[in-house]
């Protein structure tokens, strides 16, 4: 019989890891609250016209295609099949695709639903994401994102406030962080200046690896786009720039006084920083130029989150897209927002051993059984205890008292009580403490009390 396997880049979670990611969820979802935001969802599958092309090329090739149902190649002549191309048979053969992130759904949805909605919408969604990468550390081929969007102002104001959100999550979970800021429209003016304007794709893909590759692989991949040496050089001191943020604009000021797009990014960058001088961050805000974010739709500011103590890639990133909605026929609705990588904060939070005690929800309390009417007496003081929001559980069968015990142990859970013949006929209950092995008699209307 063959062993069962789960698919490479997913993962089974225990009941002790859902807590915790329940808690993750949680805590992100109350922030979102916190400012405003409300929660929608969209399904597991968009159609692959939805998400074709929104991602640039090396996207595309990351998203998981649904075959269709039934003869999925009755519209396949021999030729196609015999002439192997992949977009086409991908085309001919899968009309649906997993969503490979929450934020082309979300400019889907809003076009849709755009009589019902009230702008600004702010909106956040914590659900499962796909992409057909290669597993590795912290990275998955299905994972949760908890996105936070507003569309509909253009206001930097939604920065700040996406800033101060994502501030807030790590505050509370207890770590550190540098969120890395940049500007789509700084990257651009800097392709612009170097003479390699229409390369701007090229160019940021590239210099958006530079952490992972090194410099020298970035060049080697921007000559292989077809950038000159002399653009490539004219590119180094920028992507090395140093210095507070505050100098590294004055010095984009001088370098990229030609480029009206590139002044446009630098003054965006510092209206968001002026604003968030006004508020106290418990993370480092670091304008870094070579963050480039890979996605296509990303228009002006863009954020990406390390975790200062565990070498993980980014937990969470974002931007602001002024044109996502144009291509489902919603020209000119701008839009902004962030993305919490749930998995990757999982990871970081078990590293860093920072969840809570009370995160886990265990079971508080374990009713032993010894019969049927015992069971009688119990049942009623059981939902007593549940109405008072205390996690109680009774053992569903009259087994060996050892075999209850281990199963308390084996569960952690720290009390166990006992209601045998004696107990009832006094109208009470003994409470046994799992740590200490204590055993004391109770009124089963102060049992609460005791926990």
Known sequence: ???????????????????KRSYIFDTIRSVFHLYGFKQIETPAMENLSTLMGKYGEEGDKLLFKILNSGDF????????????????LTHKFCEKGLRYDLTVPFARYVVMHRNEITFPFKRFQIQPVWRADRPQKGRYREFFQCDADIVGSDSLLNE??????????????????CIKMNNRKILSGIAAIIGEADKITDITVAIDKLDKIGLEKVNEELASKGISGEAIDRLQPVILLGGSNREKLATLKSVLASSETGQKGIEEMETILNKSDILPLNSDLELDLTLARGLNYYTGA?????AQD???GSITGGGRYDNLTGVFGMPGVSGVGISFGADRIFDVLNQLELYPQDASQKTKLLFVNFGEKEENYI???????????INVEIYPEAAKMKKQLAYADANQIPYVVLAGESEMATGTLTLKNMLTGEQQPVAPDFLHRLL
């Open 379 to 389: 049942l009623p003081i059981l939902a007593g205890l549940r109405e008072k929001g």
């Open 160 to 177: 700040v406030e996406l800033i101060r959100i994502i501030d807030d999550v790590f505050k509370r979970f207890g770590v550190r962080t």
């Open 73 to 88: 190649l009755n519209k396949t002549s021999d030729g196609e099949l015999t002439e192997r191309n992949p977009l086409k």
């Open 1 to 19: 019989m063959q062993k069962p396997t789960i698919p490479a880049g997913t993962r089974d979670f225990s009941p002790e890891e859902m807590a």
């Open 310 to 312: 565990v070498p993980i």
């Open 302 to 306: 863009i954020f990406e989150v390390k």
